[in-house]
């Protein structure tokens, strides 16, 4: 983006132009174009399920061209039972402006016969813009108290509604809005190209079960900036076939922090790559920087950095587990696993609050190669008390870091990939 200087007169004029086209947008709201949800019946959340009324208002926007809008009022609370708003839609694009709130049954019950893993659906929608400083409540706790994580019941549930979910829409953004208190993930991104989320805010309490801030599966190009996000699980994980991915200026905490993984869970050929964390800030999550794969996987996570971010008594602040396995007792060493090359951290502060604060846990098959770190400075959380740094099986170079060094340095051969 250029400036220049803009002269008193042009910039009264463009002042003037500015205000005539709020004006102008402003007036729009009321016409033809702006699918307002309360003119096709939504009611407040206390009168009943509105979801009939978003998916009017939904499929007539889809079917016009021009640059149709949704409209959730604000200052107006609506009732959503699962629902998916499908394109492909006529228009280049479709705004769906949340300014008031949507809440999801408090009852798990209510999904009895419907995909108990997703709440609020958009599939097939290229350039929809999802906008407005809404809020969309996403009231879990029927579905954390049932949850296996916390129960042993015959009757608990793994598998909980997503807030909002996102499948195969490109050239898409997500922007403004806060969603919370999410009965598990509380945002997917699948199957997408070209999607941006900028200035959002996510929120759950830290203990509850599996809430990921964002999961992210089989996309590219993708940006994530300018957000806040706590729960109980990853404020963002990435997942299997994700690549070019710009994650920046992220506030994380409470929660596991960004990780790349689990990957490879299902034996499958792992392929992400450019992963690019930076600018971002961990307040006393359970990881930072982390990358997680499972043994029995295959193929390939590359070209992977992590550059300024600050630690604030995080328990591994920077974290590779190579033979991840959450069954115990079933993690002997095996012979495959996902090739962890190219991965740089680069000015990273902070405190750990365990004695490690740089873990790297590679394969002794498939270990982990060119391992790039600079400029890091680790403290332990209780002053006085040292940190060290540990590694197995992980090559690299590096300077300047506190608390010292741990890479091996002669490469690998590159066996395995
Ligand atoms: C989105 O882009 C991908 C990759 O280019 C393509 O395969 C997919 O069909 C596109 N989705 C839509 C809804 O157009
Ligand atoms: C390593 O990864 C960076 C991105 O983090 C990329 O620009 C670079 O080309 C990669 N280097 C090699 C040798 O693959």
Request: aromatic share 10%; proline share 4%.
């Given at each position: 983006m250029?400036?220049?200087?803009?002269?008193?007169?042009?910039?009264?004029?463009?002042?003037?132009?500015?205000?005539?086209?709020?004006?102008?947008?402003?007036?729009?709201?009321?016409?033809?174009?702006?699918?307002?949800?309360?003119?096709?019946g939504?009611?407040?959340?206390?009168?009943?399920?509105?979801?009939?009324?978003?998916?009017k208002?939904?499929?007539?926007?889809?079917?016009?061209?021009?640059?149709?809008?949704?409209?959730?009022?604000?200052k107006?609370?609506f009732?959503?039972?699962?629902?998916?708003?499908?394109?492909?839609?006529?228009?280049?694009?479709?705004?769906?402006?949340?300014?008031?709130?949507?809440?999801?049954?408090?009852?798990?019950?209510v999904?009895?016969?419907r995909?108990?893993?997703k709440w609020?659906i958009?599939?097939?929608?290229?350039g929809?813009?999802?906008?407005?400083?809404?809020?969309?409540?996403?009231?879990?706790k029927?579905?954390?108290?049932?949850?296996?994580?916390?129960?042993?019941?015959?009757?608990?549930?793994?598998?909980?509604?997503?807030?909002?979910?996102?499948h195969?829409?490109?050239?898409?953004?997500?922007?403004n809005?806060?969603?919370?208190?999410?009965a598990?993930?509380?945002?997917?991104?699948?199957?997408?190209?070209?999607?941006?989320v900028?200035?959002?805010k996510?929120?759950?309490?830290?203990?509850?079960?599996?809430?990921?801030?964002?999961?992210?599966?089989a996309?590219?190009?993708?940006?994530?900036?300018?957000?806040?996000?706590?729960?109980?699980?990853?404020?963002?994980?990435?997942?299997?076939?994700?690549?070019?991915?710009?994650?920046?200026?992220?506030?994380?905490?409470?929660?596991?922090?960004?990780?790349?993984?689990?990957?490879?869970?299902?034996?499958?050929f792992?392929?992400v790559?450019?992963?690019?964390?930076?600018d971002?800030?961990?307040?006393?999550?359970?990881?930072?920087?982390?990358?997680?794969?499972?043994?029995?996987?295959?193929?390939?996570?590359?070209?992977?950095?992590?550059?300024?971010?600050?630690?604030?008594?995080v328990?591994?602040?920077?974290?590779?587990?190579q033979?991840?396995?959450?069954?115990?007792?079933?993690c002997k060493?095996?012979?495959?696993?996902?090739?962890?090359?190219?991965?740089?951290?680069?000015?990273?502060?902070?405190?750990?609050?365990?004695?490690i604060?740089?873990?790297?846990?590679?394969?002794?098959?498939?270990?982990?190669?060119?391992?790039?770190?600079?400029?890091?400075h680790?403290?332990?959380?209780?002053?006085?008390?040292?940190?060290?740094?540990?590694?197995?099986?992980?090559?690299?170079?590096?300077?300047d870091v506190?608390?010292?060094?741990?890479?091996?340095?002669?490469?690998?051969?590159?066996?395995?990939?």
């Amino acid at each position: 983006m250029t400036f220049s200087v803009i002269s008193p007169p042009t910039c009264i004029m463009k002042i003037l132009g500015f205000i005539m086209m709020m004006m102008i947008t402003g007036s729009v709201f009321s016409e033809a174009g702006v699918y307002n949800v309360l003119n096709y019946g939504a009611t407040s959340y206390n009168k009943g399920d509105s979801s009939n009324a978003f998916l009017k208002a939904w499929n007539l926007a889809c079917a016009e061209s021009g640059k149709p809008t949704i409209l959730i009022p604000e200052k107006w609370t609506f009732l959503v039972y699962p629902v998916n708003f499908q394109g492909p839609c006529k228009a280049k694009n479709v705004v769906f402006m949340l300014s008031g709130t949507i809440v999801a049954p408090e009852l798990p019950s209510v999904w009895k016969g419907r995909d108990t893993s997703k709440w609020l659906i958009f599939g097939g929608v290229n350039g929809l813009i999802v906008d407005g400083y809404g809020v969309i409540d996403g009231r879990g706790k029927g579905w954390w108290d049932q949850s296996c994580k916390h129960n042993t019941w015959k009757g608990c549930t793994s598998l909980a509604p997503t807030a909002i979910s996102f499948h195969g829409c490109n050239d898409s953004t997500v922007k403004n809005i806060h969603i919370t208190n999410s009965a598990q993930v509380h945002m997917y991104l699948g199957r997408l190209r070209d999607f941006g989320v900028d200035n959002i805010k996510i929120q759950a309490p830290w203990w509850t079960p599996n809430t990921d801030g964002i999961h992210i599966q089989a996309s590219s190009n993708l940006g994530i900036s300018n957000s806040v996000i706590g729960s109980g699980d990853d404020c963002i994980s990435v997942g299997d076939y994700t690549s070019n991915v710009w994650i920046s200026k992220i506030s994380c905490g409470p929660g596991h922090g960004i990780s790349i993984g689990s990957l490879g869970k299902d034996s499958n050929f792992v392929q992400v790559s450019g992963i690019h964390v930076s600018d971002s800030y961990f307040d006393r999550t359970t990881n930072g920087a982390r990358i997680k794969t499972w043994q029995v996987g295959r193929g390939y996570a590359q070209d992977i950095t992590f550059k300024n971010l600050q630690f604030y008594k995080v328990r591994n602040p920077i974290i590779i587990d190579q033979n991840y396995c959450d069954v115990r007792n079933d993690c002997k060493e095996q012979v495959t696993g996902v090739k962890i090359r190219n991965v740089t951290y680069s000015t990273l502060y902070g405190t750990s609050d365990t004695d490690i604060a740089i873990n790297l846990k590679c394969s002794k098959s498939v270990p982990c190669s060119e391992i790039w770190m600079d400029n890091i400075h680790l403290a332990n959380a209780v002053t006085g008390k040292q940190v060290t740094a540990s590694c197995y099986n992980a090559y690299g170079r590096e300077f300047d870091v506190v608390p010292g060094h741990c890479l091996l340095k002669s490469a690998p051969t590159t066996s395995g990939l």
